[in-house]
């Protein structure tokens, strides 16, 4: 039978939660990494026992953790993550120039053919890849260089650069997201970049259409389709078919747009999900209600999901990374939550039930299914 | 650089033997429990003990000073004798108390954060 490993980094620590196919009964492993905040833990698309991880702390700087056992033992790897040539200046706050520092490794993103590759999405905004395992680092300075980079601020979270999706079907193909720049698109495997974020609405920006400035909280796609991206803007949820020349809202029914997570279900592209959160100053569910949104129809028309979700005095928040999917035959949707819960739906999200429910705050969720 | 794991004769004047303490998550991170011994040459310095360590310790590196910098992280400090020697020089020669092994250097984070 299947199993199902959920990797979930949090404010304190790493945990790693095992299950078989069921999908009902849970192992805790963890914390790993104890009292370090652990932006994200991702393992490898072609080796699922190599695992990384992205350790941080405010006292002693990043740290980048590798396992070739699915995380039962890990060793350090390397943590030198120096911007090319000279950095220059991107935006403040405030619009003064700010340097570029870095700051921490928000995503790490395997490789889907090599476990040796990863690729990783750091603060302030830049990419950086390894073909070593993360011995070593290089930054794909072209996208930090772009004639914009002096133009782009920080969100509230700061510069980050937090999503990283590799097209399956074309390794030159890359997407990445900042925060508040917008979505990039490389076709030269990070040798160039695009800006791709025409359609996009930000009213709390000067220019609302822009073509950078926009603040991408997360965006995701369908292995199967991977022209076809879904986003969760600040505020709006966004698609597009064309991959991301062109966004038209699909926000739908939702009770709010703003949110951060997003994911698509494993078997049916048009079935997404999304946790809608109250609005940019109140960083939790509306009414107090903890919903899953789900649409089959890729966007527009949305359904709340509740069955196992608290539905009063609810104020937790779901970050950006913290929602995956298993690829088990009935497909599993996974998410964290700033109050320390993980909740599993083994039916596509018909019904809930937490797997944990008192780690420290979670930041992201990712789940691999094993043979 | 010197070897630390290399034998000294202990009347090799030419050498230091400091004593250490890490904070807490950097003993975990290093694998080394209680205080650290690292062997540098006379006259020992912030920045000679700094080198000893992260040979010694790779996993150190980038962790207490940056990697290209060399600057302290701002959130430690580096205290010996009861004295803050934070905003010292580096290569300033530290306390003859501290280079010959009577008290330790400590390298310590700040009491702050959730």
């Known amino acids: 039978m299947s199993q199902v490993r959920v990797l979930a980094g949090t404010r304190k620590g790493a945990f790693i939660l095992t299950s078989d196919g069921k999908r009902n ?15 994200h833990v991702k393992g490898s698309p072609a080796d699922p026992n190599r695992l990384y991880a992205s350790q941080s702390s405010g006292w002693f700087g990043q740290v980048i953790q590798t396992s070739n056992d699915g995380g039962q033992t890990w060793a350090p790897a390397g943590n030198q993550f120096t911007y090319k040539g000279v950095p220059g200046t991107h935006q403040w706050y405030d ?30 905004a830049a990419l950086f890849r390894s073909t070593d395992g993360g011995k070593t680092w290089e930054e794909l300075e072209g996208l930090r260089q772009h004639s914009t980079g002096p133009h782009w601020q920080p969100g509230a979270g700061g510069m980050c650069l937090h999503t990283v999706l590799l097209d399956p079907s074309n ?114 569910p509306p009414e107090g209600k903890l919903r899953v949104y789900r649409s089959r129809t890729g966007g527009n028309e949305w359904e709340p999901l509740t069955k196992g979700l608290p539905q009063s005095d609810c104020y937790v928040n779901v970050l950006r990374d913290a929602m995956a999917v298993d690829r088990m035959d009935r497909c599993g949707i996974y998410f964290g939550t700033t109050g320390g819960q993980v909740y599993a739906s083994p039916d596509a999200g018909d019904s809930w039930a937490p797997i944990v429910r008192d780690l420290p705050a979670v930041l992201s969720v990712e789940v691999q299914t094993l043979p | 650089m010197t070897d630390p794991d290399a034998p000294r004769k202990e009347t090799d004047s030419s050498y230091s033997q400091i004593r250490v303490l890490l904070p807490q998550h950097l003993r975990t991170l290093a694998q080394v429990q209680g205080e650290l011994l690292v062997e540098v040459a006379a006259p020992a310095t912030v920045r000679s003990i700094l080198d000893a360590l992260e040979a010694r310790y790779p996993v150190l590196r980038g962790t207490i000073r940056d990697h290209v910098t060399l600057e302290r992280r701002p959130f430690l400090r580096f205290f010996a004798c009861e004295e803050d020697l934070s905003h010292d020089s580096p290569d300033t020669h ?21």
């Open chain 1, 95 to 124: 619009g003064t120039p700010h340097p570029w520092e870095f700051k921490r490794v928000w995503h790490l993103e395997p490789s889907h053919t090599d476990p040796e590759t990863v690729y990783a999405g750091v603060e302030d």
């Open chain 2, 94 to 114: 530290l306390p003859d108390a501290v280079a010959s092994g009577k008290e330790p250097l400590l390298i310590i984070g700040a009491i702050a954060g959730g």
């Open chain 1, 25 to 39: 009964n849970w192992e805790v492993s963890g914390p790993h990494f104890a009292g370090w905040e652990i932006y």
């Open chain 1, 171 to 284: 390794p030159e193909r890359i997407y990445i997201a900042i925060s508040a720049a917008g979505a990039f698109r490389t076709d030269d495997g990070g040798l160039t970049w695009k800006p791709i974020n025409k359609g996009l609405v930000s009213n709390f920006i000067p220019e609302p259409t822009a073509e950078v400035g926009h603040c991408v909280h997360h965006v995701v796609l369908h292995p199967a389709r991977p022209q076809v991206l879904f986003m969760q803007k600040h505020w709006d949820v966004m698609r597009s078919d064309d991959a991301g020349e062109s966004w038209h809202e699909v926000s739908g029914n939702l009770p709010t747009d703003f949110g951060f997570a997003i994911d698509v279900h494993a078997h049916e592209p048009e079935t997404l999900y999304v946790v809608p959160i109250k609005s940019d100053s109140e960083h939790f």
